[in-house]
């Protein structure tokens, strides 16, 4: 089964799909090269991923990471980076690059961020003057950036807020403010707007939101707002309802999802693309993610553990040395955890390395039909001292048409 659709600068090749849940595998064709669904991308908040160098990212085989729109802004600044001719300049990275709309960080490191019909109004970090960060400003600043996906300033509300008239604002001028960027956007021959749905908890309001954005027919579909410490049922809840509404032709990337758990569920529920900075900032507290859970690497358990971090991995940290890796120990993250970086980066690398796997190994279980059989076995590694898989997690797959526990 294959089909094909070509939209502005990316297109989006569908190979195949769960005959049981959502889950679907594709092949992303951007400016700079394909990228391979259901992905995550690992979030390099300053133009690098802490703890790796751009080699160190490709190695990975990471083919599209995210850059925050709002720190590229700050440093090295808009005319520099129209000088240098774009963040895959500044970064040496030949691959592609997603900007998230800086909207976001605006409000969440920014306490005195206040959004108005206008778009965000803040004081500068710098030396305290009023700003304003308007649809058309962060739309300009992306393209200045040059990444080949930006995302929409959007109106985003904790999903957890009771202020249902705030939360029917926010998805209203998030729409109003999707019309703004995209007549704002001077790259769409290669550069891809995606539209956010907004909406908070409420079904409703996400379905009259995707009703809306859809007809605005951007070459992908963002839905955001989560993780924002709702319950992971109401998550699954919204996830659903979104995909169920959006083409089968684009891409859909759930915004803010990282662990395990919370992708391998969102994969059978529809969805395609993630990002989150838990691999990552967990990998700096001695954190590495296993098939078998996470292992906190600075516990004294580990003082004499000298197997790698994970058995089998392939990572440049965890690989042999007679296999060209390095051959590090979990006693030697241990010893290392209290000096910081250079445990911080060899977990980074074993991290980013295990989730990108992991994404692989979802698409081939999709491409071969056995996603269902994938899921129960990595819930029953995942989890191993519960008696079994959560059950937000066993009621959004079994929605789907997958049964953990049959
Ligand atoms: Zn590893």
């Known amino acids: 089964m294959s089909s094909a659709t070509t939209l502005s600068a990316l297109t989006f090749e569908l190979k195949g799909r769960c005959s049981r849940s959502k889950a679907r595998a594709s092949t ?18 300053q133009a690098s991923l802490k703890g790796l160098t751009p080699e160190q990212l490709e190695e990975t085989s990471c083919r599209l990471c995210l850059n ?28 592609n690059i997603l900007t998230d709309s800086g909207g976001f960080q605006m409000v969440s490191l920014l306490k005195l961020a206040k959004v108005t019909e206008d778009g965000v109004r803040f004081l500068s970090p710098h030396d305290g003057t009023p700003m304003l960060l308007t649809p058309e400003h962060s739309i300009d600043l992306q393209n200045s950036i040059g990444s080949d996906i930006i995302m929409q300033l959007d109106d985003v509300i904790q999903t957890t807020s009771p202020d249902y008239d705030r939360m029917k604002e926010a998805m209203e001028r998030s729409v109003r403010w999707l019309d703004r960027c995209i007549a704002a956007h001077k790259n769409p021959d290669r550069q891809n707007l995606f539209c956010i749905i907004q909406g908070g908890l409420d079904l409703e309001m996400r379905r009259e939101c995707c009703r809306e954005m859809v007809k605005r027919d951007t070459p992908g579909v963002a839905v955001g707002g989560l993780s924002g410490g709702e319950a992971k049922s109401e998550f699954c809840k919204v996830v659903d309802t979104c995909t169920d509404l959006l083409p089968q032709q684009k891409p859909r990337y759930v915004m803010g999802i990282g662990y395990p758990e919370d992708i391998v569920v969102a994969v059978g529920l529809g969805a395609d693309m993630f990002d989150c900075v838990w691999p990552t900032r967990t990998a700096r507290f001695g954190n590495a993610i296993t098939a078998y859970g996470v292992l906190n690497l600075k516990h004294a358990r580990y003082a004499e553990d000298f197997a790698p971090m994970e058995e089998g991995c392939r990572c440049t940290a965890c690989r042999p040395r007679a296999e060209g890796g390095l051959g590090v120990t979990r006693a030697y993250i241990h010893h290392l955890a209290a000096k910081e970086t250079v445990g911080a980066h060899l977990v980074t690398m074993h991290n980013v390395h295990h989730m990108l796997d992991l994404m692989k190994r979802i698409r081939n279980a999709i491409l071969e039909d056995s996603y269902a059989a994938f899921a129960k076995d990595f819930f029953l590694k995942y989890f191993p001292k519960q008696k079994g898989p959560p ?15 049959d």
């Open 68 to 95: 925050n729109t709002y720190h590229l802004g700050l440093k090295p600044g808009q005319a520099a980076l129209d000088a240098i001719g774009g963040a895959h300049k500044l970064q040496g990275w030949n691959y």
């Open 391 to 405: 059950d937000w997690a066993v009621e959004a797959l079994k929605g789907a048409g997958i049964d953990l526990l």
């Open 28 to 45: 992303l064709t951007l400016p700079h090269g394909p990228v391979d669904l259901p992905m995550f991308m690992p979030v390099a908040t």
